[in-house]
């Protein structure tokens, strides 16, 4: 990938990824305020697409610099490297999964690497 889409596109993530920790602490601000419980908490193992330990690195504080979701960990599970990562507020353990690799998708392209 070439250094200008790399340019355009790093802004873009950090736009992106801004309007999630809004969107997120929205979420644990509605939970916290009404008396409605709407936590759905789970542990998840969520299979990383990078290999790279700075993509894992980056990946997993940008997690848990999001409301609602802490990296736990790593592990490696069949030769591939895991995060473990606790959530709050997704229905269910796909839900969170996609989630999550939205996010890792996007952070790579954001930094111009596929893996």
């Known amino acids: 990938m070439n250094r200008l889409a790399v340019t355009w ?15 997120s602490s929205g979420v644990v601000m509605r939970d916290i305020l009404t008396p409605a419980a709407r936590a759905t908490p789970r542990v998840v193992r969520l299979q990383v697409r ?12 940008l997690i848990t610099l999001t409301p609602g979701t802490l990296t ?3 592990r490696t599970h ?8 606790h959530t709050m507020y997704h229905p269910d353990g796909e839900t969170a999964l996609s989630s999550l690799h939205d996010m890792e998708d996007r952070m790579l392209r954001a930094f111009g690497t596929d893996r």
């Not at 596109?9 to 309007?19: E, I, K, N, S, Y």
């Open 9 to 23: 596109r790093l802004p873009w993530f950090f736009v992106w990824f801004t309007a999630e920790v809004f969107r």
């Open 50 to 61: 990078s290999q790279s330990d700075a993509a894992l690195t980056l990946l997993a504080a």
């Open 78 to 85: 069949e030769g591939r490297r895991v995060l473990l990562v």
């Open 72 to 74: 736990l960990g790593t």
